[in-house]
C-alpha cells in the first residue's frame, strides 16, 4: 500500500484521467473529491463489499440499486 500525506486543496493523480482531491479535514473525517470518466465506478468500500456479495448471491435487485457514480464536471 502506497501511503501518501495530504493537505487540503491538495490532490493525488492515478492514471492519467483519476485525480482525488483532500477537499478537507475536520471533526476526525476527512473529504475526499473525485474526479473520474464516468464509465469508472465509485464506491465507498463498505457499499462496494455489500454489491459485490449481492452479485455473487445472484441478487439481481441488488444490483439493479446500485447508484450510479456522480461526476464532478
Known sequence: MLVLTRKPGE????????EIEIVAIGGGKVRVGITAPRSTTVHRKE????????SANGDAAADAAAPEAPTAE
Open 11 to 18: 490532490a493525488i493523480v492515478i492514471g492519467d484521467d483519476i
Open 47 to 54: 457499499v462496494y463489499v455489500e454489491l459485490q456479495e449481492a
